[in-house]
T-cell receptor, first 111, second 116 residues
């Protein structure tokens, strides 16, 4: 079953607002990843984090790998309508064969 | 960038029939591919890990005789849903892992299976 707790489950925001979502785990992961999934599509990798404490940006997206290696957050600044979708966190262990997903955060952006 | 394709994108089949789904890494080699299942409004659940040239590793609760996986080459893995039932209707997504660091996984666009 799921080992990652992702919150919030859903968010309704106005265009231009900032968004923050996070994932926590009861166990350590060596890599944290954030994906976005549009309806009827596969997940697309947004940001990958490989070191504890790492802070990485990709345009308006910023993600951090928690220092305990048990959590990560994703921030989206100045949201736009095309940010709508489901965002998943994923944790991967060192052997790379064990990637687990959070339950997802469904983001709705009102113009 | 790394591209993974899936075929078909949608399939409707009758109960009792078998359906094969293909997953291809188009511009990289992948010794390891993964098959996921996703129900509406839920997250991805790993079904099995597919290894080129060897038997797949199935997650607990996934019937290996029902979900047959073949990974015959470094760019192709197939999932066959045998004797399909309506409860097998779902969104099936594959991913392929690069053979070189940082070993990132890239996902296919998914296959919507409907069993009538």
């Amino acid at each position: 079953g799921q080992q990652l707790n992702q919150s919030p489950q859903s968010m309704f925001i106005q265009e231009g607002e900032d968004v923050s979502m996070n994932c926590t785990s009861s166990s350590i992961f060596n890599t944290w990843l954030w994906y976005k999934q549009d309806p009827g599509e596969g997940p697309v990798l947004l940001i990958a984090l490989y070191k504890a404490g790492e802070l990485t940006s990709n345009g308006r997206l910023t993600a951090q790998f928690g220092i305990t290696r048990k959590d990560s957050f994703l921030n989206i600044s100045a949201s736009i309508p095309s940010d709508v979708g489901i965002y998943f966190c994923a944790g991967q262990r060192r052997n790379n064969n064990d990637m687990r997903f959070g339950a997802g955060t469904r983001l709705t952006v009102k113009p | 960038g790394a591209v993974v394709s899936q075929h078909p994108s949608r399939v409707i089949c009758k109960s009792g029939t078998s359906v094969k789904i293909e997953c291809r890494s188009l511009d990289f080699q992948a010794t390891t591919m993964f098959w996921y299942r996703q129900f509406p409004k839920q997250s991805l659940m790993l079904m099995a890990t597919s290894n080129e040239g060897s038997k797949a590793t199935y997650e607990q609760g996934v019937e290996k005789d029902k979900f047959l996986i073949n990974h015959a080459s470094l760019t192709l893995s197939t999932l066959t849903v045998t004797s399909a039932h309506p409860e097998d209707s779902s969104f099936y997504i594959c991913s392929a892992r690069e053979n070189r660091g940082p070993y990132e996984q890239y996902f296919g666009p998914g296959t919507r299976l409907t069993v009538t």
